[in-house]
């Protein structure tokens, strides 16, 4: 389960601190009992997002039996994927 307060601190942050290599460690370094995974929007093909921010999008992250998967429902999720949107 991720809280939606959670979530929230999690757009600021990314907000704050970006997708540079530091960036991303400072974010981990806040969230550590999330699991967190970085990548660009486009390698999630036609999944829809959980939240849509402005230079980034949070899909969430949970294990149904024996895969893992991407759902909509915060208590269920274990992780975030925080997928950087490029401009056009």
Do not use: K, N, Q
Not at 6 to 20: I, M, W
Not at 66 to 80: I, K, N, Q, Y
């Amino acid at each position: 389960m991720i809280a939606t307060t959670t979530l929230d601190a999690l757009c600021e942050a990314v907000t704050r601190y970006g997708f540079s290599v530091a960036g991303i460690s400072e974010v981990r370094a806040i969230f550590t009992d999330v699991h967190l995974v970085f990548c660009l929007d486009d390698e999630m093909g036609a999944a829809l997002p959980y939240r849509e921010h402005a230079g980034f999008c949070l899909y969430l992250i949970h294990t149904g039996g024996h895969c893992m998967g991407l759902t909509d429902d915060p208590d269920s999720a274990f992780g975030v994927v925080v997928a950087e949107v490029e401009p056009d």
